[in-house]
């Protein structure tokens, strides 16, 4: 049965999603260590929370746990909602506003879905999410909102896919360079091949590990 925050059984068919808006805004006052939290000192909670729930992902494929997974993906969505409560205290957005951000960009960037474009391979589908993403952030950059602490061979990926979409795509190197270009040229190899190089490596020192 669902409980209220406020001790008193909530009705059963209430969301569970609606339930934790007021149990995240209660432990905001009553909770001491989540009511002296911000942005800041939660951020680090967020990427291990990610990490976790990656892991789990990645433990599927040895036996893992479903439920498992489900779990770190709650411990993900818990920082989501504190982070939208905390935003909530300041008056500055909350949990609705988040939805609605993301309700409206799926709405934008899936015309194939929810608009007149028919259309089914995933590549162009990609292409047309990119192209509508592109056209929302109007960077002048080129590498602009990549993230600097995204693990290498991740960031190496994302900026490959960047200068290919702009027409410059890199090349590989012969190898006689340093060590730097040399695992570069491994990123476009793994890309012109369809791996994903951060995946590949996670999963080769997993199996190292066992």
């Given at each position: 049965m669902a409980h209220s925050t406020d001790g008193v059984s909530a009705p059963a068919d209430q969301s569970p999603l609606v339930e934790l808006v007021a149990m995240m805004a209660r432990l905001r006052v009553e909770c001491g260590w989540k009511a002296a939290q911000t942005h800041r000192t939660l951020a680090k909670h967020l990427v291990e929370e990610t990490y976790e729930a990656v892991e789990a992902i990645e433990s599927l494929d040895s036996g893992g746990s479903p439920d498992h997974l489900r779990e770190e993906l709650g411990d993900v969505l818990l920082q989501v909602y504190l982070h939208a409560a905390i935003a909530a205290q300041a008056g500055e957005f909350d949990i609705d506003d988040v939805a609605r951000g993301l309700r409206d960009k799926l709405l934008r960037r899936n015309p194939h879905?929810?608009?007149?474009v028919e259309e089914t391979d995933p590549a162009r589908i990609n292409e047309t999410w990119e192209a509508v993403k592109a056209?929302?952030?109007q960077r002048t950059d080129l590498l602009e909102g990549i993230p600097l602490a995204l693990p290498a061979l991740s960031r190496a990926t994302k900026v490959?896919?960047?200068l290919e979409r702009a027409g410059t795509p890199a090349a590989a190197t012969d190898g006689s360079v340093d060590l730097g270009d040399r695992l570069l040229a491994l990123v476009v190899e793994a890309r012109a091949t369809g791996v994903d190089?951060?995946?590949a490596l996670r999963d080769a020192v997993r199996r190292l590990r066992t």
């Open positions: 879905v929810f608009g007149d056209a929302e952030k490959l896919d960047r190089p951060e995946q």
